[in-house]
């Protein structure tokens, strides 16, 4: 969350982004405050969260540009230390209260009726205010009054459920709200719990939410309503057990993308047949790009499985986004768990050295007594383990991770002959994992000292997506005398992804005067500046070939400079374009707004 988070090039590049899944709404959510659950005045607070105006214009423009609407969904959170939800304010003075709020909302209704023309097709006068739903004249009062200043449509976002307010149960909900005659669309936060156990089938999940459209169709035909539904959030975090309390963030520390993946498909499968439901917003889309790389357990699907679930919903693609790689081990503090197999051969060590490091200042160094084929070093990864989340994450998208490492060969310490690796990794077979491998790498001679860097697709292995450990194998084959003894030193143990970004040449995010010396260095001396940056050829092209035409030269030097000035690369055999207003491509905020995505089921 920040003032500014929806106006910088952070947030454009994660809309970009978006776009690309196919949606066509964008819910813009904001917060205003009040200090306590009583106090009857509602103001924006900068330093919390609320978004500026500029920022929240910012947004919308930049959303109107990539052909997408707007959903525009101002929300009141209170300030206190006790995280008072929304659903449970009781203000002193009632009218006091609905004097501020319509204020609030009015100041909102004024921005949507500004930027009607660009898109902002829908504003919600209200989020999950359980307590304050009784009060039919007053929300009527304050629709008529929105009415008279925005001309698109209105909804209100219900909570799925009663809550309790003090010692009185069963307040509010959406079904008790009494006045949804007066507005264009129901809208609905859909957090229903769909089962009761983690990792449901998808059976099991779509029967849920067959049972929860049949509950709110009945609902809606009992009342006399004509408007169809919405959900204005709906979500599913990616870990263990979302399915059975969609709105915790918390369920468990245990990554699950499955699960995530799974909810979304069966909504999506159940609620396009029926005729009374108009789409939903999911919750959420971070405004930071890497949302789902620096959040793996979060609600998010950047970065996730699930977007290709979306993808194929909405008839878009993927979005291709470079992910910094993922240190698992550069051995600065110890062996992090890695130890001799205990299989190999008698006499194997596994210890840290202070030579041929990579990264840092220390290697692991294994030492094999003699020559032949040694299961050497393991390390067991289990949750919670640093370094599980990693595989879990490239577990659930292999096709789109690299295992890299470097191996360092010191003819000191090695005897003369030759050297290769292998790589096995094991997960959890009663989950579709179980023991698979790589041979033959960084293959080579021990006679001259050389740093190989090993890159092994994680598609060369077989790995459940729902394992509770990941174990890595390391294997050395010699060819060298009798009884001889050999070491080797490895070092910046990554999972990365395979994903660059077009003309980003130092990953940081950003398109700088520093990539274009980048280019300029790489179309002098391609070969030189290759291995100095440890990219392999294909690498290579996916960063500097900004024309698509197969070849890194003079016409790609010229596109580094548009894409610096303007934000777009035109050539032979691509156009890459960068929407406006943005010219830069950035990492994302640490503290981010948030937005969430509807798709209008045509």
Same mark, same amino acid.
């Given at each position: ?15 970009y982004d ?12 904001v ?6 659950a009583s ?26 540009s990539?052909?997408?609407n707007?959903? +525009? ?11 008072t939800w ?7 003075n009632?009218?006091?209260w ?10 909102f ?8 023309s ?22 009527n ?19 799925w ?5 003090g010692?009185?149960?069963?307040v ?14 129901i ?25 929860l ?5 009945s ?17 599913y ?27 979304y498909q069966?909504?999506l499968t159940?609620?396009?047949?029926r005729?009374?439901y108009d ?5 959420s889309w971070?405004?930071?790009?890497l949302?789902?790389y620096?959040?793996?357990?979060g ?7 699930v977007?290709s679930? +979306?993808a194929?919903a ?12 993922r240190?698992i081990?550069?051995?600065e ?7 001799y197999?205990?299989?190999g ?12 490091a990579t ?6 160094a ?5 020559s ?10 289990h949750?919670g ?24 060969y010191d ?6 002959g030759?050297?290769s690796?292998?790589v096995?990794?094991?997960s ?20 001259t ?6 890159e092994?697709?994680?598609?060369s ?5 729902t394992?509770?450990?990941y ?11 009798a ?16 994903h660059?970004l077009?003309?980003?040449?130092d990953?940081d995010?950003?398109i ?12 002098k001396?391609l ?7 440890? +990219?392999?050829?294909?690498a290579?092209l ?18 580094e ?7 777009s690369?035109e ?15 950035l990492?994302g905020?640490a503290?981010?707004?948030l ?5 209008? +089921?045509?």
């Amino acid at each position: 969350f920040g003032a500014d988070a929806l106006g910088g090039a952070p947030s454009d590049q994660s809309l970009y982004d978006l776009s690309r899944l196919g949606t066509n709404t964008v819910a813009i959510n904001v917060w205003w405050f009040q200090q306590t659950a009583s106090s009857t005045t509602i103001a924006e607070d900068d330093a919390r969260y609320s978004s500026t105006m500029s920022s929240i214009q910012h947004a919308i423009d930049t959303i109107h540009s990539l052909g997408m609407n707007v959903l +525009l969904k101002p929300m009141v959170d209170v300030a206190d230390s006790n995280n008072t939800w929304r659903a449970q304010i009781t203000p002193t003075n009632v009218n006091d209260w609905f004097a501020s709020y319509t204020s609030f909302i009015d100041t909102f209704a004024d921005l949507a009726q500004q930027n009607k023309s660009k898109g902002v097709t829908m504003l919600s006068v209200g989020c999950e205010l359980n307590s304050m739903e009784q009060y039919t004249t007053q929300w009527n009062n304050l629709i008529a009054g929105v009415r008279s200043r925005y001309t698109g449509q209105l909804t209100y976002s219900a909570n799925w459920s009663a809550t309790s307010v003090g010692s009185v149960n069963n307040v509010g909900g959406y079904t008790t709200v009494p006045w949804w005659n007066k507005l264009d669309a129901i809208g609905i936060d859909a957090y229903f719990p769909l089962t009761n156990v983690n990792n449901p089938t998808e059976t099991q999940l779509q029967s849920a939410w067959n049972g929860l459209a049949d509950n709110i169709q009945s609902w809606r035909a009992s009342q006399g309503l004509s408007q169809k539904v919405i959900f204005t959030e709906v979500g599913y975090a990616s870990q263990d057990g979302s399915n059975t309390a969609p709105w915790s963030a918390t369920t468990s520390s245990q990554v699950n993308q499955q699960e995530q993946a799974n909810s979304y498909q069966a909504l999506l499968t159940t609620m396009s047949s029926r005729p009374w439901y108009d789409g939903q917003f999911w919750w959420s889309w971070s405004t930071d790009p890497l949302g789902g790389y620096n959040d793996p357990t979060g609600f998010t699907p950047q970065q996730k499985s699930v977007q290709s679930v +979306l993808a194929n919903a909405y008839g878009g693609v993927v979005p291709s986004v470079k992910l910094p790689p993922r240190l698992i081990a550069s051995w600065e503090n110890g062996l992090q768990g890695f130890a001799y197999t205990g299989f190999g051969f008698s006499g194997t060590t596994v210890s840290v050295a202070t030579r041929d490091a990579t990264n840092g200042q220390k290697s692991l160094a294994i030492t094999t007594p003699q020559s032949g084929f040694n299961w050497a070093t393991t390390v067991d990864l289990h949750a919670g383990a640093a370094g599980f989340d990693n595989f879990v994450i490239a577990a659930q998208s292999p096709q789109d991770y690299i295992l890299k490492f470097d191996v360092t060969y010191d003819p000191a310490v090695l005897p003369s002959g030759n050297i290769s690796l292998s790589v096995a990794l094991n997960s959890d077979d009663t989950s579709g994992g179980g023991w698979s491998q790589k041979d033959n790498l960084a293959a080579s001679s021990t006679t001259t000292l050389k740093t190989i860097h090993v890159e092994v697709p994680m598609s060369s292995f077989v790995l459940s997506k729902t394992s509770s450990y990941y174990q890595f194998v390391l294997g050395l084959s010699t060819s060298w005398g009798a009884n001889l003894a050999g070491t080797v030193y490895i070092d910046n143990w990554q999972i990365a992804n395979t994903h660059y970004l077009l003309g980003d040449f130092d990953g940081d995010y950003q398109i700088t005067n520093a990539d274009l010396q980048a280019m300029l260095s790489a179309v002098k001396d391609l070969g030189a500046y290759q291995a100095s940056a440890g +990219l392999t050829a294909s690498a290579m092209l996916s960063i500097a070939d900004l024309n698509g035409d197969g070849k890194i030269d003079a016409a790609d030097i010229q596109a580094e400079l548009r894409l610096l000035t303007t934000g777009s690369v035109e050539g032979g055999g691509q156009s890459t374009a960068v929407p406006e207003p943005i010219s830069l491509v950035l990492l994302g905020l640490a503290a981010v707004s948030l937005l969430s995505v509807k798709r209008y +089921l045509l």
